[in-house]
């Protein structure tokens, strides 16, 4: 394994210091699957070596992104691994996107390499080569596929690819108040650092300790489960419990094994629904962890009073990964509802008004934040890059939030347009846009109401065309051929009209009160 560059530098790549926090012994269980399988530390490395190798030998530019849409599965993680060990960049797409949205991603990142499902090869390879990607592979999530195949033609010896710790990692696209994807460019040491210091934050246990053991149930094509879950999980040289889905019965049932959970609010709403979910059930764990969505406090409530646990809810972002955090050890403070906790060490966050000027403690203003963990800009987008940092270098989140006197940040709304639905952000802009699009639509406004499972879901109102006439479920069926699921909304309304203040400017707050209720 290679750790220092000719000149004795030592390596930036993410997966060095992965690699390295592997246990002494490379026979434990290192990832256990739903489907009876298990992989051993040795497993990950050899398989990791051999997939690197592959990539090794495509003769791709440094900097060559590898984009990846497949189905969850070891064989995916191992993908990833291998991706940042080769030293390339990899790209994770959700499994819901359609050929549109893939369109775009592939258009603009061009890959040069694209994974994606036996399934799908058909329109993803005429998408890819139509954008000039050299290779394009299948992996399904059940070992099979044109990857795997090459794959086990190669060596399983590796020498780490030297990367400094600015050289890029990942792009993980983002929708912005535009509605248009942009690609959040993330590199190896704003992952490590970030993995690090959650590390410390979240008290891993060292084998020693009693170690720990990590349910991921989380899709891994965003921030939460593809980092923080899975550099957690391997930086601790820890176990998982891998899940191809999310199965609230079979995560309480895993709980007598495991000891820490990571989730999206809905994943919490849906395990308290479960009658199996009681304080002995939960009895081996040791940490609750919330974030990517607000968690309602009457859910932090119901899990301290059915489990015995509190939740740590924790604030971040792909452009920044984790940012907040609810304290973990008691002497830090209390774990407070409703709040994402203090600032992580390193991370500087302030909160200033309309006029660039900070607001008093407590008072309401616009998050903005710097640190290590701050991400190198948008794939490709400098102008919109250097909008979004202020003079002196902080990104401006987009998030509205509050400090109060003891330090806890509290989010209290978003000024960009943005509905979180389920963890998986929705932007109206882009939904308003297809909506546009469709025949006889004149103008259309997609706002966010609550929902109880989904946190918030989007709900269309749509303004006809002189003489047009619209079938509100036409609309949703044109959706649903054209959209990710998640992002269509889930019920649509044909208006007359769409209140607008003085300027002209769709009043959503009026849209959201009127339709929430
Ligand atoms: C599924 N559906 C949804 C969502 N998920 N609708 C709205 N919002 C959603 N999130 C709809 C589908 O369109 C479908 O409707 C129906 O529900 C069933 O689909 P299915 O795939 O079976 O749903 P599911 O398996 O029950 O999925 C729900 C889920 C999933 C488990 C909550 O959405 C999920 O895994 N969410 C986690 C997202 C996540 O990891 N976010 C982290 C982002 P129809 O039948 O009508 O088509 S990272 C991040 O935000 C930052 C940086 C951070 O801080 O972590
Ligand atoms: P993403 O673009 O997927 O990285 O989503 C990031 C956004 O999710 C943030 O800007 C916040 O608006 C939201 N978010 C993440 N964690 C939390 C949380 N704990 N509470 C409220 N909002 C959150």
Same mark, same amino acid.
Request: aromatic residues 10%.
């Given at each position: 394994m290679q750790t220092q560059s000719n000149s004795g530098q030592s390596n930036g790549n993410l997966f060095s210091a992965l690699r390295a926090a592997f246990p002494q012994d490379l026979d434990a269980v290192a990832v256990e699957t739903d489907n009876g399988l298990y992989y051993s530390w040795r497993d990950l490395d050899r398989a990791t070596a051999m997939m690197a190798n592959?990539?090794?030998?495509?003769?791709?530019?440094?900097?060559?992104?590898?984009?990846?849409? &497949?189905?969850?599965?070891?064989?995916?993680?191992?993908?990833?691994?291998?991706?940042?060990?080769?030293?390339f960049v990899f790209l994770p797409l959700n499994t819901?996107?359609?050929?549109?949205?893939?369109?775009?991603?592939?258009?603009?990142?061009?890959?040069?390499?694209?994974?994606?499902?036996?399934?799908?090869?058909?329109?993803?390879?005429?998408?890819?080569?139509?954008?000039?990607?050299?290779?394009?592979?299948t992996l399904n999530d059940d070992r099979t596929g044109s990857l795997?195949?090459?794959?086990?033609?190669?060596?399983?010896?590796?020498?780490?690819?030297?990367?400094?710790?600015?050289?890029?990692?990942?792009?993980?696209?983002?929708?912005?108040?535009?509605?248009?994807?942009?690609?959040?460019?993330?590199?190896?040491?704003?992952?490590?650092?970030?993995?690090?210091?959650?590390?410390?934050?979240?008290?891993?246990?060292?084998?020693?300790?009693?170690?720990?053991?990590?349910?991921?149930?989380?899709?891994?094509?965003?921030?939460?489960?593809?980092?923080?879950?899975?550099?957690?999980?391997?930086?601790?040289?820890?176990?998982?419990?891998?899940?191809?889905?999310?199965?609230?019965?079979?995560?309480?049932?895993?709980?007598?094994?495991?000891?820490?959970?990571?989730? &999206?609010?809905?994943?919490?709403?849906r395990l308290l629904a479960e009658p199996g979910l009681t304080v002995d059930a939960a009895r081996h764990m040791r940490l609750f962890i919330a974030g990517s969505a607000p968690l309602l406090i009457e859910t932090f409530n119901e899990w301290q009073a059915k489990t015995g646990h509190t939740i740590l809810e924790r604030y971040g972002m792909s452009e920044t990964l984790m940012l907040t955090s609810n304290p973990y050890h008691e002497a830090d403070g209390e774990r407070r509802a409703g709040t994402v906790g203090f600032p992580l060490p390193g991370v500087s966050l302030r909160v200033q008004d309309d006029d660039a000027q900070p607001v008093a403690t407590g008072e309401i203003g616009g998050i903005q934040v710097k640190g290590p963990n701050v991400f190198k800009g948008y794939w490709r987008m400098p102008e919109k890059t250097a909008e979004e940092f202020t003079a002196d270098g902080y990104f401006k989140t987009g998030d509205v939030g509050k400090i109060d006197a003891l330090g806890y940040v509290t989010i209290v709304g978003r000024s960009k347009d943005l509905i979180i639905s389920g963890g998986y952000n929705v932007y109206p802009a882009e939904i308003e846009g297809v909506i546009n699009d469709l025949p006889g639509v004149a103008e259309s406004a997609v706002v966010g109401i609550p929902h109880a499972d989904f946190g918030e879901v989007g709900v269309a109102l749509v303004i006809a065309k002189p003489g047009a006439s619209l079938d509100p479920s036409e609309i949703i069926a044109s959706l649903k051929a054209q959209l990710a699921n998640f992002k269509v909304p889930k019920q649509c309304f044909v208006v007359d009209a769409l209140p607008r203040n003085a300027m002209g400017k769709v009043q959503k707050n009026v849209l959201r009160a009127q339709y929430g209720a």
């Open positions: 592959l990539l090794a030998s495509l003769d791709l530019a440094p900097g060559a992104r590898i984009a990846v849409q &497949v189905e969850k599965s070891v064989e995916a993680l191992v993908l990833y691994l291998a991706t940042l060990r080769a030293g819901a996107y359609q050929s549109a949205e893939i369109e775009y991603f592939i258009g603009n990142a061009e890959p040069a390499v694209v994974v994606c499902t036996a399934k799908n090869f058909g329109w993803v390879s005429k998408i890819a080569f139509k954008a000039g990607t050299q290779s394009v592979f795997l195949e090459r794959v086990a033609h190669c060596s399983d010896q590796h020498a780490v690819a030297f990367r400094q710790a600015d050289d890029l990692a990942a792009i993980l696209y983002t929708s912005g108040t535009t509605g248009r994807s942009k690609g959040a460019m993330l590199s190896h040491g704003n992952l490590l650092s970030n993995a690090r210091v959650l590390k410390d934050y979240w008290g891993w246990r060292s084998a020693e300790e009693g170690g720990d053991v990590l349910i991921h149930a989380l899709p891994i094509f965003h921030v939460h489960g593809l980092f923080v879950a899975i550099h957690g999980a391997l930086l601790n040289g820890s176990k998982m419990i891998w899940m191809s889905k999310f199965d609230p019965r079979l995560v309480i049932k895993k709980m007598a094994e495991a000891t820490v959970f990571m989730g &999206v609010p809905t994943l919490y709403v």
